[in-house]
């Protein structure tokens, strides 16, 4: 058990719709990173926050947002959802804004969009 | 941009027998070489890792190597056996940010 934790576990929805991941990082952790895989691809950089504040940007498309709040834990929005956005979310955790810092992994959302 | 190429994408071993996973990485600031295991329907966790000061670490059946001047890290499992079988990630930190860049995984498989 890493520490970080994810709800929900799964999530079916319909294509157009909107969904709000969430993420509750390890005690202590000030940074959250977004991660997203798709069937059998490897792990997609999103976004990351640091104690409340966006500090870098990847593959993040327009029609998803996140945000960091004052407890630390994490929320990803999907909108306007397609097909193509089924995949698995992982957020992870990290103690402080250093590259040398471990990333901790949660359980992972299993988005299915129908 | 910055990548990290990994090799092979499936390993099939007999279990006792070693196996082998090596990356390349193309930012050569990195400083930091992190390696996940990820079980079917898990996320990844983090089994090893190594930093740009040493050239190799060991953890019981587990090691990995570092050739900084070559830009590439392998991982190392002797002894494999059958819960060793998973998708392994390599990754590679982005100089003076928090990113890490992974590698497209490999999936080891461990024959009884």
């Known amino acids: 058990d890493s520490g970080v934790t994810q709800t929900p576990k799964h999530l079916i929805t319909a294509t157009g719709q909107r969904v709000t991941l969430r993420c509750s990082p390890r005690s202590g952790d000030l940074s959250v990173y977004w991660y997203q895989q798709s069937l059998d691809q490897g792990l997609q950089f999103l976004i990351q926050?640091?104690?409340?504040?966006?500090?870098a940007k990847g593959n993040i498309l327009e029609r998803f947002s996140a945000q960091q709040f004052p407890d630390l834990h994490s929320e990803l929005n999907l909108s306007s959802l397609e097909l193509g956005d089924s995949a698995l979310y992982f957020c992870?955790?990290?103690?402080?804004?250093?590259?040398?810092?471990?990333?901790?992994f949660g359980p992972g959302t299993r988005l299915t969009v129908l | 941009g910055e990548n990290v190429e990994q090799h092979p994408s499936t390993l099939s071993v007999q279990e006792g027998d070693s196996a082998v996973i090596k990356c390349t990485y193309s930012?050569?600031?990195?400083?930091?070489f992190p390696w996940y295991k990820q079980e079917l329907g898990k996320g990844p966790q983090l089994i090893i890792d190594i930093r740009s000061n040493v050239g190799e670490k060991k953890d019981q059946r587990i090691a990995v190597t570092l050739n900084k001047t070559a830009k590439h890290f392998s991982l190392h499992i002797t002894e494999t056996q059958p819960e060793d079988s998973a998708v392994y990630f390599c990754?590679?930190?982005?100089?003076?940010?928090?990113?890490?860049?992974f590698g497209t995984g490999t999936r080891l498989q461990v024959f009884p």
């Open positions: 930012d050569s600031a990195s400083n930091y």
């Open positions: 926050y640091y104690n409340g504040e966006e500090r």
């Open positions: 992870a955790s990290s103690g402080a804004p250093s590259s040398y810092n471990e990333q901790f």
């Open positions: 990754a590679a930190d982005l100089w003076r940010t928090d990113k890490l860049i």
